[in-house]
């Protein structure tokens, strides 16, 4: 038997990065593909579906402990606000209702749907799920969630736009690549076309709709190709947002073994901010935002929305780019070791000194900057 206390719900693994603060309601388990190359979360783990009673059981205890941190509040004399005081109290106190006090810290106001392809749930089924939210939660303001390009074409527009009037905001697509060649190389399961279709189903239903982007995923041999068509399939879409993040290739994802074998040569990070440079050059006609908010991509202040900033994003990756070689090998080591956030930092004395030691160091054992940051950046899977 399985003893399930008043405040027991589950969460899957990951979320995308500016979900962090959200409510993380787990309607499926892992990735019913999970062939992707380059992907290590849900491999060896079976994709499940889960049933509307579950996860009503889950909002339930949700619920519960929503109201239980209310109480712990008053108490505490705050009137029922959730503020860094009850929060850390809670933290100490009641552990097990801290998800929900931090996300009440946060607003309380967004709601993230996992794991993988949330869009492979009946629609009937998903639309109680998102009714009963609201229901329970009603100063949600939005939800959002994962899907697969494939899947989305596997629903109508009738559908997606019910899924739209019940209260799904957005929807978060691994693009990943808009050229076949790397998209099949890393077994995605679709082409540039179908993304393309895909994207713009969701933008005609009017929901939201994020892409993401990895940017090094041609490596050396398509970094040209995969720079240029994912530009051109976003000019297509023009999706509302569009997220990047850089490649890093952990021992778990099958990736590794084509890297080990020399079938896949990956970049370093001044060829992908070259790449970088050329997927914004050629990104035109669309008003999407861009964010580089993963913490695996080098140059995070690369930001904006087009067409208005695409001359100062360009600007900040020239700006890199311009460095000489030794500044740019202090810059990465600096970001990649967490001193650094933006350009502006290597001009800082304070941050400037322990990265200047680590670099002299490694200079003095004859290490490669490169090398060394390969193996910092698999930290941040
Ligand atoms: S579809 Fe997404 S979650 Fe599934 S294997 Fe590919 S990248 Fe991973």
């Known amino acids: 038997m399985i003893f399930r206390s008043k405040y027991n719900f589950e969460q899957g693994p990951i979320r995308p990065p500016n979900e962090a603060n959200s409510l993380l309601v787990r309607v499926t388990r892992n990735c019913p593909w999970n062939k992707c190359l380059f992907c290590p979360v849900y491999k060896g783990e ?63 106001e967004n709601v993230f749907l996992q794991d993988g392809d949330s869009l492979l749930l009946p629609v009937n ?39 739209k009037k019940a209260g799904l905001s957005r929807i978060h697509v691994g693009l990943e690549s808009g050229n076949d060649r790397v998209l099949e190389f890393m077994k995605k399961g679709v082409t540039g076309d179908q993304h393309v279709e895909a994207g713009k189903l969701v933008k005609n239903a009017g929901l939201s709709l994020s892409e993401y982007v990895i940017l090094g995923l041609g490596g050396e041999k398509l970094w040209k190709e995969h ?44 060829q992908v901010v070259r790449e970088e440079a050329l997927f914004i050059e050629n990104l035109e006609t669309i008003e999407s935002s861009l964010y580089s908010d993963h913490i695996l991509n080098l140059l995070e202040e690369v930001c904006g929305k087009f067409p208005e900033d695409k001359n100062c994003m360009l600007g900040v990756i020239n700006r890199y780019l311009t460095l000489g070689e030794e500044e740019r090998d202090i810059f990465k080591l600096g970001r990649r070791t967490g001193y650094f956030r933006h350009l502006g930092d290597l001009e800082s004395s304070n941050l400037n000194m322990p990265v200047n030691k680590l670099y002299k160091q490694l200079q003095k054992e004859k290490l490669s900057v490169d090398d060394y940051i390969q193996q910092l950046m698999l930290r941040f899977i």
């Open 46 to 108: 079976r994709f499940s579906r889960r049933s509307v009673e579950e996860i009503k059981s889950d909002l339930d205890s949700m619920a519960s402990a929503l109201k239980k941190t209310r109480e712990i509040s008053v108490e505490k004399g705050f009137g029922g606000e959730v503020n860094r005081q009850v929060a850390a109290y809670i933290q100490s106190s009641y552990p097990e209702l801290f998800s929900i006090a931090f996300w009440q810290y946060h607003g309380g």
């Open 227 to 270: 720079a240029l068509d994912t530009a051109d399939v976003l000019n297509r879409i023009n999706p509302d947002f569009i997220r990047v993040r850089t490649l890093a290739v952990p021992k778990l994802s099958p990736l590794y073994k084509k890297i080990e074998n020399g079938e896949f040569k990956l970049l370093k990070d001044d």
């Open 125 to 163: 089924d998903l639309i109680e799920v998102l009714k009963t939210i609201q229901n329970k939660f009603p100063l949600v303001k939005r939800i959002t969630t994962y899907s697969r390009s494939r899947t989305i074409l596997r629903r109508s527009l009738k559908e997606l736009t019910e899924l």
